[in-house]
């Protein structure tokens, strides 16, 4: 079937730390990849997307390469900031049942600290 | 142009109530999704619903779940006689068309059952 697996938490940083968190994926077929993010008490944000093999997406300084080789989509950052604590979820969309499926990993929490 | 509202944020219900959680998509999408955060794991898909239809429910619990999306009002996710263990953070994403990249979430609510 089809699952996304995600480093586990918490990631704990200094600021200005690079930052890594990493993300793979089984799937039937050929999926998007998606990176969201949850700050404390909001729902899910859109970070960034790919939606081929060999994309790479970016936002705010986040970067995801879509390695369809290593069936992996590693989040990065190169200086992340203590507004960058929230929790980041991977996921993959796929076109099953006439429709497109999010199926999302399990989040990692990042903190960052001063 | 808002964006998907959820209410009520929080609600706390008694073992045995019943747990009545509202959705509205963003202006102009018709599809609606519905997902499960229990503590500490990802977003686990529960139903997808388009305007008075029920497209796919193969993640709802068979018993005391229950959704809907009217022609007219928000969606509504019913849960009847709640249980400890439906306590969770229950999310409602939107997208305008059923071939969409990206679902919109809102900000959830997050029950509690005593």
């Known amino acids: ?114 | 142009n808002a964006g998907v509202m959820q209410n009520p944020r929080h609600l706390v219900r008694r073992r045995g109530q019943e747990a009545r959680l509202r959705c509205s998509p963003m202006k102009g999408h018709s599809h609606v999704y519905w997902y499960r955060q229990l503590p500490e794991e990802g977003l686990k898909f529960m139903v997808y619903l388009q305007k008075e239809n029920i497209i796919d429910e193969s993640g709802m619990p068979k018993e005391r779940f229950s959704a809907e999306f009217p022609k007219e009002g928000p969606s509504i996710l019913r849960i009847q006689q709640v249980v400890r263990g439906d306590s969770a953070a229950y999310f409602c994403a939107s997208s305008p068309k059923i071939d969409s990249y990206e679902q919109y979430f809102g900000p959830g609510t997050r029950l509690t059952v005593t």
């Open chain 1, 1 to 114: 079937g089809n699952s996304v697996t995600q480093m586990e938490g918490p990631v704990t940083l200094s600021e200005e730390a690079f930052l890594t968190i990493n993300c793979t994926y089984t799937a039937t077929g050929y999926p998007s990849l998606f990176w969201y993010v949850q700050y404390p008490g909001e729902g899910l944000q859109l970070l960034l997307k790919a939606t081929k093999a060999d994309d790479k997406g970016s936002n705010k300084g986040f970067e995801a390469t879509y390695r369809k080789e290593t069936t992996s989509f590693h989040l990065e950052k190169g200086s992340v900031q203590v507004s960058d604590s929230a929790v980041y979820f991977c996921a993959l969309l796929m076109f099953s049942g006439g429709y497109n499926k999010l199926i999302f990993g399990a989040g990692t929490r990042l903190a960052v600290h001063p």
